[in-house]
Nanobody, 126 residues
């Protein structure tokens, strides 16, 4: 049974930091790229960051470049998203997802991801 379980969300003030985690099971974690997406109310789900199977290639969405860092630990089947300098516009439900391959084209497209977590809420507000 495939599972992706996100944790670490919460309420944080503007300028603060949070670290999200996503624990995976039920598939070969180390052979897939892993991504973080987010969806705010009334908006489409968008790619935040994605990391290749080996951890040596990363891609970020423009709104988070320089503020967020994605990483993974294949020994623990876990992917992380370190978020810093948070802004109110970062408020969203954050999802982790497993891409169908180690890396590839179209990483920003939802249909390339086979497995999804249930999401963890991040709220940035004073």
């Amino acid at each position: 049974q495939v599972q992706l379980v996100e944790s670490g969300g919460g309420l944080v003030q503007p300028g603060g930091s949070l670290r999200l985690s996503c624990a995976a099971s039920g598939f070969t974690f180390s052979s897939r790229a892993l991504g973080w997406f987010r969806q705010a109310p009334g908006k489409e789900r968008e790619l935040v960051a994605v990391i290749a199977w080996s951890g040596d290639i990363r891609k970020y969405g423009d709104p988070v470049k320089g503020r967020f860092t994605i990483s993974r630990d294949n020994a623990k089947n876990t992917v992380y998203l370190q978020m810093s300098s948070l802004k109110p516009e970062d408020t969203a439900l954050y999802y982790c997802a497993a891409y169908h391959d180690r890396w590839g084209a179209g990483l920003h497209l939802l249909e390339g991801y086979d497995y999804w977590g249930q999401g963890t809420q991040v709220t940035v507000s004073s």
